[in-house]
């Protein structure tokens, strides 16, 4: 089994992986959640677009019909994409409908969106959602894993709960007949996705089949090994060996950001109040 393939195990499309190779779930919204919203949407846009329809049949009824055509074409445009691309842009991924609901949209890395993926939102939503009263982009949602409307999948983005609280697991604690030899090893930084692994593999090993359990054990070591010199002493059950070394990784990453810390209120010095 490949590195690539072994890294990955266990970890969904909808994973989130922090710095600390852990794995944050973050849920894509349901279909009725994302309806809700969707109305609630959907009738501020159609509200925005009669009035701005009504002004503009207003404003240029004393001039030809190609100026009033122009005129209700672009309060159609203004209503339909740009005050969704303008709400968008400005909230970060955010609607009054998604408001409502607890939604917001986010790229497919779970990063916030930009100003790019509103307006490519916002284009295909003016024909899926309101030309078509929505069915394409129901259909595309229930279709996909993430429910995804046409929008999204042209954008990357998908549509979260943002009322969800994400946990981290507990820290693995160090054997301690490793520690001496985890805290003088070179144990370099492992791969996010491997590191991940590691960390699933541990608690749930007592949940395995003893055969599937001992071959995972061995090949994560082989992968994680590379990374450390010198090797463990010999003898040593698998598991104990992941353990010193994602635990030992972890004092050391700490260690560092507390250095940095340090070193950084060393350089910026508090700021004092005059009196």
Same mark, same amino acid.
Do not use: C
């Given at each position: 089994?490949?590195?690539?393939?072994?890294?990955?195990?266990?970890?969904?499309?909808?994973?989130?992986?922090?710095?600390?190779?852990?794995?944050?779930?973050?849920?894509?919204?349901?279909?009725?959640?994302?309806?809700?919203? @969707? #109305?609630?949407?959907? $009738?501020? /846009?159609?509200? *925005?677009?009669?009035?701005?329809? =009504?002004? !503009?049949?207003?404003? %240029?009824?004393?001039?030809?019909?190609?100026?009033?055509?122009?005129?209700?074409?672009?309060?159609?445009?203004?209503?339909?994409?740009?005050?969704?691309?303008?709400?968008?842009?400005?909230?970060?991924?955010?609607?009054?409908?998604?408001?409502?609901?607890?939604?917001?949209?986010?790229?497919?890395?779970?990063?916030?969106?930009?100003?790019?993926?509103?307006?490519?939102? @916002? #284009?295909?939503?003016? $024909?899926? /959602?309101?030309? *078509?009263?929505?069915?394409?982009? =129901?259909? !595309?949602?229930?279709? %996909?894993?993430?429910?995804?409307?046409?929008?999204?999948?042209?954008?990357?983005?998908?549509?979260?709960?943002?009322?969800?609280?994400?946990?981290?697991?507990?820290?693995?604690?160090?054997?301690?007949?490793?520690?001496?030899?985890?805290?003088?090893?070179?144990?370099?930084?492992?791969?996010?996705?491997?590191?991940?692994?590691?960390?699933?593999?541990?608690?749930?090993?007592?949940?395995?089949?003893?055969?599937?359990?001992?071959?995972?054990?061995?090949?994560?070591?082989?992968?994680?090994?590379?990374?450390?010199?010198?090797?463990?002493?010999?003898?040593?059950?698998?598991?104990?060996?992941?353990?010193?070394?994602?635990?030992?990784?972890?004092?050391?990453?700490?260690?560092?950001?507390?250095?940095?810390?340090?070193?950084?209120?060393?350089?910026?010095?508090?700021?004092?109040?005059?009196?």
């Amino acid at each position: 089994m490949s590195e690539r393939t072994i890294a990955t195990v266990g970890v969904t499309e909808d994973d989130l992986v922090t710095g600390e190779a852990v794995a944050l779930d973050l849920p894509p919204a349901s279909i009725g959640l994302r309806v809700l919203s @969707g #109305l609630l949407d959907y $009738v501020i /846009v159609m509200t *925005l677009a009669y009035l701005l329809l =009504t002004l !503009a049949v207003m404003l %240029s009824a004393h001039f030809d019909d190609a100026v009033v055509a122009a005129s209700t074409l672009l309060a159609t445009v203004a209503a339909m994409v740009g005050y969704p691309v303008t709400i968008e842009t400005l909230t970060r991924g955010r609607s009054v409908g998604k408001i409502a609901a607890g939604l917001r949209t986010v790229r497919d890395d779970a990063g916030p969106i930009t100003f790019r993926h509103a307006l490519t939102r @916002g #284009l295909i939503g003016a $024909v899926e /959602v309101y030309a *078509l009263w929505g069915v394409p982009a =129901t259909i !595309a949602a229930v279709m %996909s894993s993430r429910s995804k409307r046409l929008g999204d999948m042209a954008a990357g983005t998908y549509v979260v709960r943002e009322r969800v609280r994400a946990s981290l697991p507990p820290p693995v604690p160090m054997p301690p007949h490793l520690a001496g030899w985890a805290q003088a090893a070179d144990i370099v930084s492992l791969p996010d996705g491997l590191a991940m692994q590691v960390r699933q593999f541990l608690p749930a090993a007592f949940a395995m089949t003893p055969q599937a359990r001992a071959d995972m054990g061995v090949l994560l070591l082989e992968e994680v090994l590379h990374y450390v010199s010198p090797p463990p002493p010999p003898g040593n059950h698998p598991e104990y060996v992941l353990a010193a070394v994602i635990a030992d990784r972890r004092r050391r990453d700490l260690d560092r950001l507390i250095r940095d810390a340090r070193l950084r209120d060393s350089l910026i010095p508090p700021d004092s109040v005059e009196g």
